[in-house]
């Protein structure tokens, strides 16, 4: 008889769940559920699944910390699969003036701060309050106005969906404003150069950088961080906010009272309510200023 695909990962000792709510992993808490959730904790067995995708004709999705996804209620038909184990490793090589750090795409980029932070060395501090993955970083190059994660990026350890690794040094990549020459590829693990300086400097710098986040931002709600792109040099946040649109509801969901640029879920909110909030929002921000804003979160269906 022949194996099932269940049984395939099994046999490998690679962790599945069936049916899985990825609500669990999303940051908004949206999300219908996985055909299959997938955990691998080795390249081998990244590559082993890759392989049974491949086989079987089934369509993956790489999830990090599910911090700028909405994931439409409906079953997502494939493979979703995270990095974990050897993907959240990282190792910091010292030297006098300034440390080398590999980091697996599946680090969550606090960790990566704040051991930076102790070691005190700088680079990594516009991430503060970035709740994602190495790999979801890269990917859209997150950061903001104090800078953004490819400042620090020597090189990028990345696959194809065949399952074929190859190393691209940062002249080969092109990174923009929250977009990179990356999407399209699976990111496995990052070397960055960071600087000597000293722990306090580093954390006072950083400790701004997170007030002047918790004034501005519905800091501790289910949110996806900014719904849209700045478009050009204008604040989409401002946009929103001057069509009046803080505090709209539909459904579970609404634009937040504090920062227009944010959606909340209060815990009830569908995929449903969010496409729907945000095809208002697009629709009165054109009405208004004649501006087509672009999303930044990603939409998985
Ligand atoms: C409160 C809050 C504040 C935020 N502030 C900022 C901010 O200031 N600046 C900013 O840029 N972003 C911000 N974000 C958005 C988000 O945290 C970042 O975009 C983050 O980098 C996404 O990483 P992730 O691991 O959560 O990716 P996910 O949301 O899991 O995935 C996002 C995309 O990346 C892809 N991806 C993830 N991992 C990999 C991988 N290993 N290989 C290939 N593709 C991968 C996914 O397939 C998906 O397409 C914020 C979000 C929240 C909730």
Same mark, same amino acid.
């Given at each position: 008889?022949?194996?099932?695909?269940g049984q395939k990962l099994q046999k490998l000792n690679i962790k599945a769940k069936f049916q899985e709510p990825l609500s669990k992993y999303t940051t908004l808490r949206i999300g219908g559920p996985a055909e299959y959730y997938i955990e691998v904790r080795t390249v081998d067995q990244f590559r082993e699944t890759m392989e049974i995708a491949k086989e079987n004709n089934v369509s993956v999705f790489i999830l990090g910390w599910g911090s700028n996804l909405l994931v439409?209620?409906?079953? %997502?038909? *494939?493979?979703?699969?995270?990095?974990? *184990?050897?993907f959240e490793k990282m190792v910091f090589e010292d030297s006098v003036d300034e440390c080398i750090v590999t980091a697996g795409a599946g680090v969550r980029l606090p960790f990566l701060l704040n051991r930076s932070i102790n070691d005190g060395y700088s680079g990594f501090e516009p991430l503060a309050g970035i709740p994602g993955t190495v790999g979801g970083a890269l990917v859209i190059n997150a950061g903001g106005k104090w800078g953004t994660i490819s400042d620090c990026v020597i090189d990028v350890k990345v696959?194809? %969906?065949? *399952?074929? !690794?190859?190393? =691209?040094?940062?002249?080969?990549?092109? %990174? *923009?404003?929250?977009?990179?020459?990356?999407?399209? =590829? !699976?990111? =496995?693990?990052?070397?960055?150069?960071?600087?000597?300086?000293?722990?306090?400097?580093v954390l006072k710098k950083v400790t701004g950088y997170l007030k002047k986040r918790a004034e501005t931002q519905p800091i501790g709600t289910y949110n996806a961080g900014s719904i849209f792109k700045n478009p050009g040099k204008k604040s989409a946040a401002k946009l929103i906010d001057e069509c009046g649109l803080k505090g709209l509801k539909i459904g579970g969901v609404q634009v937040s009272e504090k920062h227009a640029n944010f959606i909340v879920n209060n815990g009830k909110g569908t995929a449903d309510d969010v496409h729907k909030l945000i095809s208002e929002i697009k629709n009165k921000v054109k009405e208004k200023f004649g501006i087509s804003l672009e999303l930044e979160i990603k939409l998985i269906k």
């Open positions: 008889m022949k194996e099932t695909i439409a209620d409906e079953v %997502f038909e *494939g493979f979703v699969v995270r990095l974990k *184990g050897d696959s194809d %969906f065949s *399952g074929d !690794i190859k190393v =691209l040094r940062k002249k080969d990549i092109t %990174f *923009g404003y929250r977009t990179s020459s990356l999407e399209g =590829l !699976i990111m =496995l693990e990052a070397k960055f150069r960071i600087n000597k300086s000293s722990k306090d400097k």
